[in-house]
């Protein structure tokens, strides 16, 4: 088991938490935490996250019409 120090918001500290057994198979790598203190669990976010990118396609514009 791995064990972090973190701010628990529900103790209003930091305390010590802990990784609890992982049924996953991520061992001591797992991303779930649980506070010692009141059982509070985290979720640690190992990666990084990239926005969305947007599609370039260009939409063709419609030629404007006038009144005769």
């Known amino acids: 088991m791995s064990d972090r120090e973190l701010y628990c918001d529900i103790c209003e500290?930091?305390?010590?938490?802990?990784?609890?057994?992982?049924g996953d198979g991520h061992g001591a790598?797992?991303?779930?935490?649980?506070?010692?203190g009141c059982g509070a669990a985290v979720l640690i976010a190992a990666g990084t996250l990239r926005p969305a990118t947007r599609s370039r396609r260009r939409v063709p514009r419609l030629a404007?019409?006038?009144?005769a």
């Open 29 to 36: 790598d797992c991303p779930e935490l649980a506070c010692t």
């Open 13 to 22: 500290g930091v305390v010590l938490f802990e990784t609890p057994h992982c």
């Open 64 to 67: 404007h019409r006038h009144a």
